[in-house]
């Protein structure tokens, strides 16, 4: 089994919908819980960072931990095409620096 | 205060040559961490250095591959003797501290091995 599973297949929505992501792992101490999303051909950027479980919310951008569950969501609100990318769930435990990352789900919104 | 920075931002070499990526970390950060992502896969941690010190090589391949983290200048990932396998991009991250999770990356080094 894989530390962190995020299913990879690509996602249409059309402009203005909700994009939903998620992702599920097995390694019980992770407690940093974290969101990249990733243009074509550049760096992974940091959208969202959580530590344990509860929802945290930065403008269109909603992200929620359920620890119990071991899985994780992003919520993405009122889409733009802008938000088109691939979307990378990040996972981490306490006092071990190290990311363990999903595959990544590439997302396209449509005008 | 600027990002992550990487260089070069492609290279191309022919098997068995050597390649050399640097990474220079965002202003006050002190820890670095270089992450591999082949194609179709996710991101793989290989690395997290501090000044003069390897924290945690983990990730990193047994042979051919190594980092350092000078007192004064860049990270470097060093790969000898590189395979078509190497082919890849290579993300350095740096964070302020121990304590702090959040990694903010370069936007990497996209290796060609021909």
């Known amino acids: 089994q894989k530390e962190v599973e995020q299913d990879p297949g690509p996602l249409s929505v059309p402009e203005g919908a909700i994009v939903s992501l998620n992702c599920t792992y097995s390694n019980s101490a992770f407690q940093y819980f974290m969101w990249y999303r990733q243009y074509s051909r550049k760096g992974p950027e940091l959208l969202m960072y959580t530590y344990s479980s509860g929802n945290k919310e930065d403008g269109r951008f909603t992200a929620q931990v359920d620890k119990s569950s071991k899985y994780i969501s992003l919520f993405i609100r009122d889409s733009q095409p802008s938000d088109s990318a691939t979307y990378l769930c990040a996972m981490s435990a306490q006092g071990n620096n190290r990311l363990a990352f999903g595959k990544g789900n590439q997302v396209v919104v449509i005008p | 205060n600027a990002g992550v920075m990487q260089n070069p931002r492609h290279l191309v070499r022919r098997r068995g040559q050597e390649a050399r990526l640097r990474c220079s970390p965002m202003k006050g950060h002190s820890h670095v961490y270089w992450y591999r992502q082949l194609p179709e896969e996710g991101l793989k941690f290989m690395v997290y250095?501090?000044?003069?010190?390897?924290?945690?090589e983990s990730g990193m391949p047994k042979e051919r591959f190594s980092a350092e983290f000078p007192k004064e200048g860049p990270s470097i990932l060093r790969i000898q003797q590189v395979v078509r396998g190497d082919s890849a991009a290579y993300f350095c991250?740096?964070?302020?501290?121990?304590?702090?999770?959040?990694?903010?990356f370069g936007p990497g080094t996209r290796l060609t091995v021909l």
């Open positions: 991250a740096s964070s302020p501290g121990v304590s702090y999770n959040e990694q903010f």
């Open positions: 250095l501090q000044k003069e010190n390897i924290i945690d």
